[in-house]
């Protein structure tokens, strides 16, 4: 079977996952595409033989998908995988799940009585035992990542005591807040640290220096405890100027991991030593994406669920973790309790 995927939302990352699913999935093809811009969905529609919706609601009921890919701002997430769950559709919606911890636990209840209802038809779960929801939390598929997660686990630096990530961007989108620092690009290390170190998120306080510059406060840095007790440090700078930049060391008992430099080439050069940063996400975790699309096709495709791809209940708890680093923000610092699910 050819699983056929429409994609709702065609800006940075809806263009993107088009042309990945197009060239380097298998077992899928792009057969609808929606974007509120007209003119962008004819574009990318011609470029792949799909068809052009305007509305997203259109493509999700229309015969001509199997399942939906949903990349439209943060903001219409809910009311698109609520529709796509509706309509029966296993739906992968990039993150963050929706930009609330409500929302995600609506998403997260129309799941399960969707998949109450096909158990008692008969029918099994797109994802995997019932699920139908998948959450583009990417960096579970970074090669780079897995290694992390793996090396922790295997017990190969002893008891993690601390772990540091760095999250730097090199330009803020127009129109982010500094709340949407939190939920739109910190949401990733609220959901790949604690999968890294297989505990939680219990606790969370933010943190700025003077802001750097303008109404958004950048960077912040949220101070993270897990449930087993590690402390993590997480910096999010979306202006830092320089270049994509993503780090994570985990400190361990018996020593450090960390993920190494991604740079491909170093050039040395009249007493100089260089290598590159890519612009933005997109060269970063190409394979992550990649990979991330490829176990999603073979599960919605097989009824197999994918051990790594982000369910519904990862994107409330991260949308928990984020809720309460916006409650730290608005409270001074002071440490705020996430709500366990
Ligand atoms: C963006 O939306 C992404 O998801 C990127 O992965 C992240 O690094 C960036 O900060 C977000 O704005």
Known sequence: ??????????????????????????????????????????????????????????????????????????????????????????????????PTPEECRQIAAAERAAAAAAAAGGAGGAGGAGRLVAVGFMRRFDPAHVALRDGVRSGSIGRVLLAHAVHRNTTARSGGTSETTVTGSAIHE????????????????????????G??????????????????????????????????????????????????????????????????WRPRFAEAYRAELQAWVDAVVTGVAAPDLATAEDGLRAAEAARAAVTSMREGGVPVPVLQI
Do not use: C, N
Not at 69 to 98: C, M, Q
Not at 190 to 213: E, I, K, Q, T
């Open 1 to 98: 079977m050819t699983l056929r995927v429409g994609v709702v939302g065609l800006g940075v990352m809806g263009a993107d996952h088009v042309r990945t699913l197009t060239t380097r999935v298998s077992g899928a093809v792009v057969t609808a595409v929606a974007d509120i811009d007209p003119v962008r969905a004819a574009s990318v529609a011609g470029g792949v033989g799909a068809r052009a919706f305007r509305a997203g609601q259109e493509l999700i009921s229309s015969d001509e998908v199997d399942a939906v890919l949903v990349a439209a701002a943060d903001g219409s997430h809910t009311e698109l995988t609520l529709a796509a769950i509706a309509a029966g559709r296993p739906v992968l919606t990039e993150k963050p799940l929706a």
């Open 190 to 213: 609220l959901d790949s640290v604690p999968w890294v170190l297989g505990s939680p998120v219990s606790d969370v306080s933010w943190h700025a220096p003077r802001a750097a510059s």
């Open 215 to 280: 109404p958004r406060v950048d960077p912040q840095v949220l101070l993270v405890r897990t449930a087993d007790g590690a402390l993590v440090t997480v910096e999010v700078f979306v202006g830092a100027g320089y270049g994509y930049d993503v780090r994570l060391e985990v400190v361990g008992s018996r020593g450090t991991l960390a993920l190494a430099d991604p740079a491909l080439l170093v050039r040395t050069r009249d007493l100089h030593r260089a290598s590159d940063y890519p612009v933005d």
